[in-house]
């Protein structure tokens, strides 16, 4: 078991794996900047008016916002309108501009702020995805030592690499190519591309992969494939392309805006021209027309849709569950299956001894097998060694100090512990052969207790003391508290058992799986196996949410119908590309947040009812009578208000309460039947 020779990352440093941050500052987009201005312009204005100042004051900062936050929109809307498509963001400027014609200057400034604003959060998350996308090939290195056929060395950069090409990794060093282990032997960080809780050991044969972080013994490996085809350059090619390739998402209003749009043009038109081809006044008509534009405009219809949603992404983020947009809000309730990672996810992604079998024979009790591991392995900083520690630390053991400390890569730990030579490691390479074939009683026990512990999903680590077997460890990555509970909630809002897909070994997979009820195990996958298997899910018409925090997560995230990333212990890849991100690391908000989407939803089509009662009785109004223009502003306003309201309810801390309620009643009536039986 081998050290790492880089320090322990303390809860400021970046995690491993992680590539360098490259942040797009906000302020550095156009739309940003716009959106400032007429925000600024807008509040500015607002007190002026309200405490009555003269128009004079208020009125050039709001021609300000109206110009700043509009003009981009409406530049956009006018574009499409050349391609014979009419949108509702041009609705909205035409809309806000009619407000203005008839005095409701602040309304039409206020429309067109939140517009502006939510453009600029639209283009700063595409622009911080990107970023993420750039930075992960930061993990691959610069450039690597390339060995010549006369036994020389040199640096060349990784882009240069060939196929064929011998590479000499030393500790410490990330690996510049994917490639096969020729020579050396050591421990091999690749949680990038796996997602293994614990280093892999490597040895002669091995694959390695370019951008995993090698331990402490040196490796010769030769270069099986180019940099433009390794597997961290196919992740950023698979996160880019599903980025690009997914469907369009829109919100349910959005779905038919064109032909809203289309409709209340040609209305508008009518209502002006027909009355003045049967011989009415053009003033009368004017006035008809365009208080049929204002009652009919979408505000309403508008704000039946953002209020519920916006109101539903304040509520998760008080309570740690980050919603990145309005549409992914109303997408969370959509989902029909879902796919978890293991390592970070269901897990806490932090190896811990789940196991301590001392061998008959030995003389030793738990706590005194504990305490010798934990001697030997204190100077150690591999993270099989921090389990050991932690857990003797845990329990509040006294570690005698360890010396002639030293440890074999692949192999394990020695070191002298109050006389006695203690050794510390894998039991397959400590017992030397002795799992085929013991030669003693001691070591046929222990190598029955690790086949054990391994069948079971536990890495098994032996102990000696002066050359004879004493005890077995079993370590495990720790299941999080709420995942069981959780799992059951999801199957039961989808319909559909949740399936595992991870890059951990299958039998550690299969036990996990088995403590959280989940029976489609899929593991041993890279990240283009991960995309797979969405795709697959995709395609037999489901909508996918995959939950996971790793690099090797991202492809897969980006290819969900949504995507949500654990927050703690996520990379700053997956933070990025997810569509949502549970900040607190408490799973058991996944099911409340979907049940939550679920709720405003509802809200939405009762909004969008009452929204279209009005509109439609003051557009009968206004076509069969004559409706009085300041009647008809202030019934289209009211409606607005109503909605408005109305979806307001869901930022209420009860709202949350009954989506949890929601998401754990089925929790709750499993619990209730197994305990009838």
Same mark, same amino acid.
């Given at each position: 078991?081998?050290? #790492? ?9 970046? +995690? $491993?794996?992680? *590539?360098?941050?490259?942040?797009? +500052? ?31 004051? !208020? ?15 409406? !530049? ?39 517009? *502006? ?5 639209? #283009? ?45 990794? +030393? ?29 892999? *050991? ?43 390739? &997914? ?19 040609? $209305? ?13 006044? %053009? ?39 980050? %919603? &990145? ?9 959509? %989902?029909?299956?879902? #796919? ?46 921090? /389990?050991?520690?932690?857990? $003797? ?74 050359? @004879? ?14 995942? $069981? ?45 991960? @995309? ?71 809200? %939405? ?21 004559? =409706? ?16 408005? =309201?109305?979806?307001? +309810? ?10 949890? #309620?929601?998401? /754990? ?13």
């Amino acid at each position: 078991m081998s050290t #790492a020779l880089t320090e322990r990352p303390s809860a400021a440093a970046p +995690r $491993a794996g992680d *590539a360098p941050r490259r942040r797009t +500052r906000v302020f550095a987009l156009a739309e940003a900047r716009w959106a400032a201005a007429a925000t600024v312009a807008f509040l500015i204005a607002l007190p002026l008016q309200l405490t009555g100042a003269p128009a004079w004051a !208020w009125g050039p900062l709001y021609a300000i916002a109206y110009v700043t936050g509009g003009w981009e929109p409406g !530049w956009a809307g006018l574009q499409s309108l050349r391609e014979k498509t009419l949108d509702v963001d041009l609705l909205m400027i035409v809309a806000a501009i009619g407000a203005a014609s008839i005095g409701q200057v602040m309304d039409g400034a206020l429309l067109i702020v939140i517009f *502006a604003t939510s453009g600029a959060l639209e #283009a700063l998350a595409t622009a911080r995805t990107q970023d993420s996308v750039r930075g992960l090939l930061d993990l691959a290195p610069a450039t690597a030592t390339r060995l010549l056929d006369d036994g020389g060395e040199e640096t060349v950069a990784t882009e240069d690499l060939v196929v064929g090409d011998t590479l000499l990794i +030393r500790p410490g060093e990330r690996v510049g190519a994917d490639g096969r282990v020729l020579d050396g032997a050591s421990d091999v960080d690749q949680a990038t591309i796996t997602g293994e809780p614990l280093p892999a *050991a490597k040895q002669q044969g091995d694959e390695v992969f370019a951008g995993t972080l090698n331990g402490t013994g040196a490796l010769r490996v030769q270069v099986e494939r180019d940099a433009s085809d390794s597997v961290i350059a196919r992740i950023v090619a698979m996160v880019e392309e599903a980025s690009e390739t &997914k469907a369009p998402t829109q919100l349910f209003i959005e779905k038919v805006e064109q032909r809203y749009s289309l409709g209340m043009v040609f $209305a508008t038109l009518a209502v002006f021209l027909v009355p003045l081809a049967f011989g009415a006044a %053009v003033t009368g008509s004017l006035l008809r027309a365009m208080t049929f534009m204002i009652v009919a405009s979408p505000c309403a219809v508008v704000l039946a849709t953002m209020p519920p949603l916006l109101s539903a992404i304040a509520n998760a983020g008080r309570h740690g569950v980050l %919603v &990145k947009s309005a549409v992914v809000m109303e997408r969370l309730g959509q %989902v029909d299956a879902v #796919a978890l990672d293991k390592t970070g996810t269901l897990t806490e992604g932090t190896p811990r001894i789940t196991d301590l079998r001392p061998l008959t024979g030995s003389g030793l009790d738990e706590e005194e097998l504990l305490t010798l591991a934990g001697a030997a392995e204190h100077p150690s900083e591999h993270p099989l060694a921090r /389990a050991v520690v932690d857990a $003797a630390r845990r329990r509040g053991l006294d570690l005698p100090v360890a010396e002639g400390f030293a440890s074999t890569p692949g192999i394990g730990v020695t070191a002298t512990v109050s006389g006695a030579v203690i050794a510390v490691g894998a039991p397959a390479r400590l017992l030397d052969g002795a799992a085929d074939a013991p030669s003693t009683e001691a070591e046929a026990t222990a190598a029955a207790v690790a086949e054990e512990l391994e069948r079971d999903g536990r890495t098994a680590v032996l102990v000696g003391r002066d050359g @004879v077997p004493v005890g077995v460890l079993g370590i495990a990555d720790r299941l999080r508290p709420d995942a $069981a509970a959780t799992v059951t909630a999801l199957a039961a809002l989808t319909g559909a058992a949740p399936v595992l897909v991870t890059g951990d070994n299958p039998r550690a997979a299969a036990r996990l799986a088995a403590e959280v009820g989940i029976t489609d195990v899929r593991a041993g996958l890279l990240p283009q196996d991960k @995309v797979a298997a969405v795709q697959e899910q995709e395609r037999a018409g489901r909508k996918v949410l995959v939950i996971g925090d790793g690099v090797n997560d991202a492809p897969a995230l980006a290819a969900a119908h949504t995507g949500i990333a654990m927050g703690r212990a996520g990379s700053d890849l997956a933070l990025e590309t997810a569509d949502a991100v549970v900040v607190r690391d408490e799973l058991a908000t996944v099911p409340t947040v979907i049940a939550l989407s679920r709720a405003a939803r509802r809200l %939405v089509v009762q909004n969008l009812v009452i929204a279209s009662v009005f509109i439609s009785g003051l557009v009968v109004w206004d076509l069969v009578a004559t =409706l009085p223009l300041p009647l008809g502003v202030l019934g289209h306003e009211g409606s607005t208000v109503i909605v408005g =309201l109305n979806g307001l +309810r869901l930022l209420r801390e009860s709202a949350w309460q009954r989506a949890g #309620a929601t998401g /754990a009643r089925p929790v709750q009536e499993a619990a209730r039947s197994r305990r009838s039986r």
